[in-house]
């Protein structure tokens, strides 16, 4: 079965859903095409009155809206469960793991991936109709003056009759492009119209027949890439694909930047919003935090080292830099997991702390957990959680949601919530495929051993201050403690 036209197919029997049109009649399409169909979203009511008025403007009289899918719908996530989605490593774009730009979107996100999956149920619906030649569109393009007296004339009709659009050979017919030439300020265009082969990414607008809908369909099967790579690039070899000079439409959130990007916020729009609202208004705010909580990057790290919000990692960059090994970046321990990285590369950045956690953004060749002697490490826990340290704070609610963690993460001694803190924490650390354990107060011959695959050396323990703990909390909270250390290597097992 091919998962992603089932999936397609299921949501267009969905009023609700996809399959909601808003016709406007009119007297002829003045495009040459059976159908326009502009690709929104539901709940984007300003874009698709602005995009209405664009069309009317440029004499398009009747079309209609489809509306697509967004990230959080089930079909995007069964298309990542299926293994259909290009997954990093490599960068999807340039098939290197590392291609050295930082500002690069190097993974394919969700939100991505519902664009490739919106376009391509488009294109079923577009064959289930019986369409023969078709205009796809988004729902924040912007037409030039001169649109309209390009559509209506004479030039125009013989260009896209020579095209092939109107022959059964997959034809496709770009009509956009992702910038604004300075002929957009022309009301009439007196110059040639015609068509040439280069590239333009015109997901904005865009001509196609039945022949390239079957092709189109059948390629986006297979995500690889964005959407407008497969259809505008990718296909190229399999179909006739063309670009009208002069260009017709540019888009509101890429090219003018005076419309949020649903895909990537952009710092350009940002300043729009700071000069036109303000930076005290509700929309500036919304989209700067838009922008700092965005990630589109993935990282990729030789090694990482995992530890406890108190782990003393100064001693572990100290040892990896005994051994020539490139140090990283220290990340922020907002949920428990502070660590260090190093990596080969030298373009270091920093990434949120529970992305340490997400294969999706950070690919790692090999995890290890630092640990400290247990005595001290639990008894600066409960120091910590005393004195409402936030990162304790935050570890002690990431233990907590694992079910592992013992119940006494509740207790009223601050001794037994850092136990349990402890015990809990370190369970769950070790659910994340480690290559190895490295001791820290042995770092140095510890840290040797890990990456030459030698045996490490013991682990330090405080017997008696440990005992003199574990005298203080509950009997059955001592003995979970006691079979964790002996899992970790304090004891011989």
């Known amino acids: 079965m091919n998962l992603s036209s089932h999936h397609g197919n299921k949501r267009l029997n969905t009023v609700s859903h996809s399959h909601l049109f808003a016709g406007v009649d009119a007297l002829t399409f003045s495009h040459l095409c059976e159908a326009t169909l502009i690709l929104t979203l539901l709940g984007q009511e300003k874009r698709q009155q602005e995009v209405k008025s664009e069309l009317l403007g440029a004499g398009i009289e009747r079309f209609e809206f489809y509306y697509g899918l ?190 949020p990007s649903l895909i990537h916020p952009k710092p350009e729009y940002l300043e729009h919003l700071r000069l036109t609202a303000g930076e005290q208004s509700a929309e500036f705010a919304a989209e700067q935090e838009r922008l700092r909580r965005h990630r589109k990057r993935a990282s990729s790290f030789h090694h990482v080292f995992v530890g406890l919000v108190n782990c003393d990692f100064a001693r572990v960059v100290a040892a990896c830099r005994a051994i020539d090994l490139d140090v990283g970046c220290g990340v922020p321990a907002a949920d428990g997991f502070a660590a260090w990285q190093y990596t080969t590369n030298t373009a270091i950045e920093l990434i949120p702390c529970q992305a340490l956690r997400d294969l999706s953004f950070v690919h790692v060749h090999s995890r290890y957990l630092v640990l400290a002697e247990p005595a001290s490490a639990i008894l600066d826990l409960a120091f910590r959680l005393e004195a409402g340290d936030q990162e304790a704070k935050e570890a002690a609610r990431l233990a907590g949601s694992n079910s592992r963690t013992p119940p006494l993460i509740e207790s009223d001694l601050a001794i037994e919530r850092a136990v349990a803190l402890y015990i809990g924490w370190h369970r769950l650390a070790r659910d994340q495929s480690l290559k190895g354990i490295v001791g820290l107060d042995k770092i140095d011959l510890s840290l040797k051993a890990v990456i030459a695959g030698s045996p490490r050396p013991s682990l330090n323990i405080d017997a008696v201050a440990l005992s003199d703990l574990t005298s203080k909390i509950d009997p059955k909270l001592a003995l979970e403690l006691h079979q964790e250390l002996t899992i970790l290597g304090f004891y011989a097992s």
């Open 70 to 259: 967004t990230p959080a719908d089930s079909e995007v996530q069964d298309v990542f469960n299926a293994g259909v989605v290009a997954r990093y490593p490599p960068c999807f774009r340039c098939g290197n793991e590392d291609c050295g730009d930082l500002s690069c979107n190097n993974i394919l996100l969700p939100v991505q991936v519902a664009v490739v999956l919106s376009f391509r149920a488009l294109f079923a619906h577009c064959l289930e109709r019986g369409f023969k030649v078709m205009a796809i569109g988004e729902d924040d393009i912007v037409f030039a003056p001169y649109a309209r007296s390009v559509f209506s004339s004479h030039e125009y009709t013989t260009v896209l009759a020579a095209s092939g659009l109107f022959s059964e050979s997959p034809t496709l017919v770009r009509l956009g492009d992702s910038r604004r030439p300075q002929e957009f300020d022309l009301d009439h265009w007196h110059g040639e119209i015609s068509t040439h082969g280069m590239v333009t990414m015109s997901n904005y607008l865009f001509l196609c027949n039945r022949s390239f809908a079957v092709l189109a369909n059948q390629r986006l099967a297979n995500i690889d890439h964005t959407a407008d790579v497969l259809i505008h690039q990718s296909l190229c070899s399999h179909a006739h694909c063309l670009t009208l000079s002069p260009q017709i439409v540019c888009d509101r959130s890429w090219a003018l930047r005076t419309s």
